[in-house]
C-alpha cells in the first residue's frame, strides 16, 4: 500500500466501514509512514473538534420568538 | 401472533413517527415537541448555508412551517429528522440565492480542487491543541476555517460529520450520489485539516514531512 492508496481509504478508515483484512493493511502502512499517521490522526481530531463545538447557538430569547411565531402560525393553519 | 407483531413494531417505531402521527390527529402541542428536539440542528445547518444569521432565523421558521404544511407527504419510509433536514437545506439555499440578487447557486459549483494540497503543511499537531485557545477564540477559528470551505463541500462536511446523517442520507439529502458525498466528505476533511494546522500545529522548526507520490 502507498500513501495515495493510503488517502482514498482514509475516510472509511475513520468510518471504521473497512473490512479486516483492509483494515490491517491501512494499519501496517500507518505503522511506517509518518505523514500519513500525521493525516490520520490530525484529520480524525478534525473532526471530533467540530463535532464537540457549538459554533452557532441558539439565544434563548430568539428560540422563544420562534416558537410563539410557528406554533401561532401553525395553528392557523400556515 | 399479530399481537406480538404489532407489539414488536411499536417497540421499533422512532418517537418521531409517534409524533408525528399525533400532530396529524390534530396535538399542536406535539409538532412543538419537534420543533425543540431539532431546531438547533436546523439552525446550525441554515448558519452554515447561508452565513447569515437574519437567513438563519428566517430559515429556520420557514423550514418548520413548511415541514408542518407537508407533513401529510411524509411517508415515514424515511427518518423525519432527514426529511426536515432536506426541507431545511433547499430553504437555505432559495434564501442564499435571493440575497444573491438571482445569482445561481448549487452545491454542484466549486468542487474542483488541488490533490496537491493535502500534501502541504505536515506538521504535526501540538497535544489537546485547542486548549491553546480560549472557547470564544476556538469558536471563532473553527467558524472562519469552515465558512472558507467552498459550499457544496461545508455542506456535506456539515451533514455528515457535524450533524450525524450517514452518507446514504446526506446523499438524499442533497440529490446527489453516494460516490459524489463521499469524494467531497474526503476533500472537506483534508481542507479542513489543513487550514487548522495554521492554529494547531506545532511551533516552527518541526521537521516537514512529505508524502509520496
Known sequence: MNCKQFLTLLDDLIDDSLTAETRADLQQHLGHCGPCEVIFNTTRKTIEIYRSHELYDLPTGLRDRLHAAIMARCKKGC | ?213
Do not use: C
Open chain 2, 1 to 213: 401472533m399479530d399481537a406480538i407483531q404489532s407489539a414488536a413494531e411499536q417497540i421499533e417505531q422512532h418517537p418521531d413517527v409517534a409524533l408525528v402521527e399525533r400532530v396529524r390527529g390534530g396535538d399542536d402541542a406535539a409538532y412543538d415537541t419537534l420543533v425543540h428536539k431539532y431546531e438547533r440542528q436546523v439552525f446550525r445547518i441554515a448558519q452554515h448555508i447561508t452565513q447569515n444569521r437574519e437567513d438563519a432565523e428566517d430559515v429556520m421558521q420557514d423550514a418548520f412551517l413548511k415541514a408542518y404544511q407537508k407533513l401529510d407527504q411524509f411517508q415515514g419510509n424515511s427518518k423525519f429528522y432527514t426529511w426536515l433536514v432536506r426541507i431545511a437545506v433547499n430553504e437555505s439555499l432559495m434564501r442564499l440565492r435571493k440575497r444573491r440578487s438571482g445569482k445561481l447557486v448549487s452545491i454542484d459549483e466549486d468542487i474542483e480542487t488541488d490533490e496537491g494540497s493535502v500534501q502541504r503543511d505536515l506538521a504535526d499537531w501540538a497535544p489537546d491543541p485547542e486548549q491553546n485557545y480560549s472557547q470564544a477564540e476556538l469558536a471563532e477559528i473553527l467558524r472562519k476555517t469552515i465558512q472558507g470551505l467552498p459550499p457544496g463541500f461545508r455542506i456535506v462536511f456539515v451533514l455528515r460529520d457535524v450533524e450525524g446523517l450517514s452518507t446514504e442520507e446526506a446523499a438524499e439529502t442533497l440529490g446527489l450520489s453516494v460516490p459524489a458525498v463521499k469524494s467531497r466528505l474526503l476533500r472537506a476533511r483534508l481542507q479542513l485539516r489543513e487550514r487548522l494546522s495554521r492554529y494547531f500545529g506545532r511551533k516552527k522548526g518541526h521537521r516537514e514531512m512529505g508524502i509520496e507520490k
